[in-house]
């Protein structure tokens, strides 16, 4: 007897799950969800063309969906027949540090505390020309140092950017 009231209790369950994501999928294609979206929303434009668009939202209309891109290069449309999907992205990853500063930066660094080391070994020493060595391979290991930080932050900025919700799903 138990056994079947859980079976129907189990049953039940699983049809209102259905009913309400069939609920739920119904409203997905109704493009008043995107207009109705926040200015400065992050979202994700799936295009139909291929791609995607990652933004800030700034406007819809019938026709176009108008975005500025993350990556802040400027303002991005998508028409809306072009329009695959619209999520909205629950984390934004702040702008990313200039690379070859980066690089710059690491290889004076470095270099400087090369010819330092170097020249403070040709002085206890008495030796010539340890700091020029010192130099370059501090420059090298502070260049590929700065390297390894970019990459470590790009990853960490790649794996913050989640999707969150779709808004908008074309059939």
Same mark, same amino acid.
């Given at each position: 007897?138990?056994?079947?009231?859980?079976?129907? @209790?189990?049953? =039940?369950?699983?049809?209102?799950?259905?009913?309400?994501?069939?609920?739920?999928? !119904?409203?997905?294609?109704?493009?008043?969800?995107?207009?109705?979206?926040?200015?400065?929303?992050?979202?994700?434009?799936?295009?139909?063309?291929?791609?995607?668009?990652?933004?800030?939202?700034?406007?819809?209309?019938?026709? #176009? #969906?108008?975005?500025?891109?993350? /990556?802040?290069?400027?303002?991005?449309?998508?028409?809306? /027949?072009?329009? %695959?999907?619209?999520?909205?992205?629950?984390?934004?990853?702040?702008?990313?540090?200039?690379?070859? %500063?980066?690089?710059?930066?690491?290889?004076?660094?470095?270099?400087?505390?090369?010819?330092?080391?170097?020249?403070?070994? /040709?002085?206890?020493?008495?030796?010539?020309?340890?700091?020029?060595?010192?130099?370059?391979?501090?420059?090298?290991?502070?260049?590929? !140092?700065?390297?390894? @930080?970019?990459?470590? =932050?790009?990853?960490?900025?790649?794996?913050?950017?989640?999707? %969150?919700? =779709? =808004?908008?799903?074309?059939?």
């Amino acid at each position: 007897m138990r056994r079947r009231i859980t079976v129907m @209790v189990a049953i =039940v369950m699983l049809t209102i799950a259905g009913v309400a994501k069939d609920a739920d999928a !119904g409203q997905r294609d109704d493009w008043g969800n995107v207009e109705r979206l926040k200015a400065g929303t992050a979202v994700r434009i799936s295009l139909k063309s291929g791609g995607w668009i990652d933004g800030n939202f700034t406007g819809a209309d019938d026709a #176009l #969906l108008q975005v500025n891109l993350l /990556d802040g290069s400027g303002a991005g449309n998508a028409p809306r /027949d072009d329009v %695959k999907s619209v999520t909205l992205l629950y984390a934004i990853p702040p702008p990313g540090p200039d690379i070859h %500063k980066w690089l710059l930066v690491g290889a004076a660094t470095g270099a400087v505390a090369g010819a330092a080391i170097g020249g403070s070994r /040709d002085v206890t020493h008495g030796s010539d020309y340890h700091w020029a060595e010192g130099a370059l391979a501090g420059g090298l290991l502070g260049m590929m !140092g700065s390297a390894a @930080v970019q990459i470590g =932050v790009t990853v960490v900025r790649g794996a913050r950017f989640r999707a %969150k919700k =779709v =808004v908008y799903a074309a059939r």
